[in-house]
Antibody, heavy 121, light 108 residues
Framework: EVHLLESGGDLVQPGGSLRLSCAASGFTFNTFAMSWVRQAPGKGLEWISA????????YYADPVKGRFVISRDSSKNTLSLQLSGLKTEDTAVYYC??????????????WGQGTLVTVSS | SDELTQPPSVSVSPGQTARITCSGD??????AYWYQQKPGQAPVVIIYRDSERPSGIPERFSASTSGTTATLTISGVQSEDEADYHC???????????FGGGTKLTVL
């Protein structure tokens, strides 16, 4: 059974940094692309970053480009997201999600339960 | 940039049919996907590739795409269907994932 468990969410001041982790199990982790998707309070879903399976190419949405870094440790089946230069608008629940398909066929078939990041002074 | 537009809310009585739309310029060339999200829970995919239903998703959930509009249809709505529904696609370059703003379905 596929299982994704996020951790690392916290209250952090504007300009601060945080590292989120997602422990994956139940599938061959390094062969799947993985993404981080966030949801601000009372808002919709926002895709923010992805890492491809195999060659580990990385992709970022414009609002986080240059501030967030996605990575994976296949020896530990763990996906990470390093957040820096945090802004109040980064406040959200952050989900890790497994991708299936590529290009137009790309969607998220498994999600974790999310971890809350609050950016406030 | 490509965007997906959903109505903020839809209300329907039990047993009736609910239709939730998702509009975007990328939809004629990119597939639409639909997720159900109940309060405090992670999203769950209920429709993939415009109209396919994953195993375990009830048959009352269906979807179609015509031109720039994708439509999720819930036939014979039940109280347990009350949730937020999010559409998802890719931008016209198929490099980035885009989501609609989500629609809150209220079962009266």
């Amino acid at each position: 059974e596929v299982h994704l468990l996020e951790s690392g969410g916290d209250l952090v001041q504007p300009g601060g940094s945080l590292r989120l982790s997602c422990a994956a199990s139940g599938f061959t982790f390094n062969t799947f692309a993985m993404s981080w998707v966030r949801q601000a309070p009372g808002k919709g879903l926002e895709w923010i970053s992805a890492i491809s399976g195999g060659v580990d190419n990385t992709y970022y949405a414009d609002p986080v480009k240059g501030r967030f870094v996605i990575s994976r440790d296949s020896s530990k089946n763990t996906l990470s997201l390093q957040l820096s230069g945090l802004k109040t608008e980064d406040t959200a629940v952050y989900y890790c999600a497994r991708e299936t398909g590529t290009g137009s066929y790309r969607y998220f078939d498994y999600w974790g339960q999310g971890t809350l990041v609050t950016v406030s002074s | 940039s490509d965007e997906l537009t959903q109505p903020p809310s839809v209300s329907v009585s039990p047993g009736q049919t609910a239709r939730i739309t998702c509009s975007g310029d990328a939809l004629p060339t990119q597939y639409a996907y639909w997720y159900q999200q109940k309060p405090g829970q992670a999203p769950v995919v209920i429709i993939y590739r415009d109209s396919e239903r994953p195993s375990g998703i009830p048959e009352r959930f269906s979807a179609s795409t015509s031109g720039t509009t994708a439509t999720l249809t819930i036939s014979g709505v039940q109280s347990e269907d009350e949730a937020d529904y999010h559409c998802q696609s890719s931008d016209s370059s198929a490099r980035s994932v885009i989501f609609g703003g989500g629609t809150k379905l209220t079962v009266l």
